[in-house]
């Protein structure tokens, strides 16, 4: 996006007047514009009309009264090329490009929307093959399609790819206030991050969401959402499909464990991003932040008038990573003496039906219970919505009581109900007053806490640290030529430079093996030193605990003849001869892979010869932080035998996390020229790690 264009999208988000250009469908939009209680100038342009949905028509672009800031075009293809040209030439704002046939279609409709991208120069242009825009902080619409209305202007911008997606969010009946709904839909010039760009700086945007597909620049999304971050605008985003981005990485393991879908999440978690698995879980998790705030961390209190309350509140916090402290011994006495002798002291605490409606005994409560200090605090409560009036009394004084006692503790509160519809919308306004939010549904309200807590902690961090530019990713550029696998001498010889450490071993042929196996001590690994064989356990080409120099000339000879049936040009007479490592308390898997959208990827994972099968990976983006490689590898299954499992000696943490960041000074160091990296295992030790095999590629 331009500088030029950008003024122009800003035009198009706040204008003084707007043009239609169509038929049926723009007349649609103009309706829909009027409806929306849209102030400025409304023309229509259509040489065959003299209205358009009962506002002033004109033959041509060029007869309009001035350039409009805003157009919907919903022309036939074959004109949209010559119409965006006349806009460009009147100095036209934006263009909202209903019109479609474009890339959508294939290599055809590309060639075109090129084109069409050419015409518009500087304008700015959504689409095309896009729904439009609802624009409530200017009460405009861009939109065919009859949608609702929701708040006075001030709420979530919502960007989707899915252009009836963004229909449907503005029919919520879950008190979330819209701002924007764009649907980008081919994002020929603009994308979503070009719209970010401008949203988080509009006063009426108190959050995001976002229905993506595909991401056309990533690096300048994670500088945005950063951005957002450090402006303390929360981004929820929805991604769907499992298409995996194309990379240049075909022979490592890395490459099968950093899919497409991995590496968003790990974008999504390193700039603050909440990934939502639903369309509701968005909302709600929005709603939650914009109401309540952020939490700053995983522990939650929750209070409820009912066991199975409790019981479902338990399950799913455990579920989404969510702590539920139980209460201090201090604590629980002061709770012993407020709650009624049928009540159990607990997290989540069923203060029961005797205190139910008691305003000021269930504020005690509450209060005694927050005092040992949480991130977040919930209550359960389904109001009797077809049965108002006294019947709600009760419950509004539970909700009072808690909102006071939450408000007293300055943490995010909200009252959820099990069924979604089971708060009223007057009820979930005098929630919101009160600054609790009303979530809908048991599950979505402890998925929305959990995402919300993505937030909380990534801006605390950014805060704390001044920490935001470590976070954007830096452009990876593009290599020139083709690449070749190292074997496995050179690759581990190029680590040592860094620091890394590699078994004691020596390279020779099979005729000096036995004697240079004498000189290193045994027992050995020994194994055939080929560039043709990145993975040699398939091939045969490695011997494991050789004991003497008979079983060195022997596995020689065993390896030349396995790697002859598996792969004959890959034979060589070089072999490399190790010591064995004998106390390895866990193997991790340590790769580095280069993406085209992405840039640099680091894998880290449950190592060895089943890496794929068990899957025990977490991924990272470049550049990469010792906290964040930390981080991972407490999320990996494998770190419990890190720790020291069933009386087994603990592995050196610190010395496995120094191995990995030489690692990463090497990927950082060597970025131009890298293609793909595994280290598996690295073998942590009781005191160090070491890379027992190297598969390095590099570009030539």
């Not at 009426?204 to 957002?228: H, M, N, Q, T, W």
């Not at 939502?276 to 914009?290: G, Q």
């Not at 539970?398 to 099990?418: G, H, L």
Request: aromatic letters at 6%.
């Amino acid at each position: 996006m331009t500088p030029q264009q950008r003024e122009n999208l800003q035009r198009l988000l706040a204008p003084r007047h707007a043009a239609f250009i169509g038929g049926d469908c723009a007349a649609a939009a103009v309706a829909q514009c009027v409806a929306s209680g849209f102030s400025g100038e409304i023309w229509g342009v259509n040489p065959r009309r003299n209205e358009l949905g009962g506002r002033p028509c004109y033959g041509r672009v060029e007869d309009l009264p001035e350039a409009p800031d805003a157009v919907f075009l919903a022309v036939p293809l074959d004109s949209a090329l010559d119409t965006v040209a006349a806009l460009a030439g009147i100095g036209a704002g934006g263009i909202v490009g209903y019109t479609a046939g474009f890339s959508e279609i294939g290599a055809a409709g590309a060639e075109l929307e090129k084109r069409l991208v050419a015409a518009a120069g500087d304008m700015a242009l959504i689409g095309p093959n896009c729904s439009g825009i609802l624009n409530y902080a200017h009460k405009t619409a861009l939109w065919p399609f009859d949608h609702s209305t929701h708040g006075d202007g001030r709420g979530v911008a919502f960007i989707t790819q899915s252009g009836m997606l963004g229909n449907t969010l503005t029919m919520n009946q879950r008190s979330v206030p819209l701002s924007y709904v764009i649907s980008s839909g081919n994002q020929a010039m603009l994308g979503i991050e070009d719209f970010l760009d401008v949203l988080i700086e509009d006063p009426k945007v108190s959050a995001v969401a976002l229905y993506i597909e595909g991401l056309r620049d990533i690096p300048r999304f994670a500088d945005v959402a950063v951005r957002a971050l450090e402006q303390n605008i929360p981004i929820a985003a929805f991604k769907a499909g499992s298409s995996r981005v194309g990379s240049r990485l075909t022979v490592t393991h890395t490459g099968s464990l950093s899919g497409d879908d991995e590496l968003y999440s790990a974008l999504f978690t390193r700039c603050g991003v909440i990934r939502v698995d639903s369309p509701v879980v968005m909302l709600e998790t929005l709603k939650l932040i914009t109401v309540a705030g952020a939490p700053r961390g995983r522990r939650l209190a929750a209070l409820t008038c009912s066991g199975g309350d409790s019981a479902m509140v338990a399950d799913a916090a455990e579920r989404l990573g969510l702590i539920l402290p139980q209460p201090t011994p201090g604590t629980a006495r002061k709770l012993e003496n407020l709650l009624p002798t049928i009540a159990t002291v607990a997290n989540p605490l069923d203060y029961t039906t005797p205190l139910w409606g008691q305003e000021e005994a269930v504020a005690r409560t509450v209060g005694a219970l927050l005092e040992d200090g949480f991130d977040t605090a919930l209550m359960v409560q389904d109001y009797p919505i077809h049965n108002p009036g006294p019947s709600y009394d009760p419950y509004l004084a539970d909700a009072r009581a808690f909102a006071r006692a939450a408000k007293e503790a300055m943490i995010p509160a909200a009252v959820c109900s099990v069924l979604p519809e089971d708060i009223d919308p007057a009820t979930r306004a005098m929630m919101i007053e009160s600054g609790v939010a009303p979530l809908q549904g048991l599950s979505e309200a402890l998925a929305a806490i959990a995402g919300a807590v993505v937030f909380g902690e990534r801006r605390g961090e950014v805060t704390a640290k001044g920490n935001g530019d470590m976070l954007r990713l830096a452009p990876l550029p593009k290599p020139v030529g083709g690449f070749e696998t190292l074997n496995e001498w050179r690759g581990k010889r190029l680590l040592t430079e860094y620091g890394v450490t590699v078994p004691d071993g020596r390279l020779t042929n099979a005729a000096n093996a036995p004697a240079v196996a004498q000189e290193l001590g045994f027992p050995l690994a020994v194994k055939m030193v080929s560039s043709g064989l990145p993975h040699k356990t398939e091939a045969g080409a490695l011997r494991l605990g050789i004991a003497d120099r008979a079983g060195v000339a022997a596995a020689c000879v065993g390896i030349r003849n396995s790697v002859r049936d598996f792969l004959p040009e890959a034979v060589t007479d070089s072999f490399l001869l190790e010591r064995m490592v004998e106390d390895s308390v866990a193997d991790i898997i340590v790769g580095i892979s280069r993406n085209d959208q992405f840039g640099l990827v680091l894998v880290l994972g449950s190592g060895g010869v089943l890496v794929e099968l068990v899957r025990d990976a977490n991924s990272l983006l470049f550049p990469v932080s010792r906290d964040a490689v930390s981080a991972a590898l407490t999320g990996l299954r494998v770190s419990a035998l890190m720790a020291g499992y069933r009386g087994r000696p603990p592995g050196d943490r610190e010395g496995c996390i120094d191995a990995i960041m030489r690692i990463v000074h090497f990927a950082e160091s060597n970025r131009d020229v890298l293609v793909g990296l595994d280290v598996n295992p690295l073998m942590v030790l009781p005191d160090g790690a070491v890379a027992a095999d190297v598969l390095l590629q590099m570009v030539v």
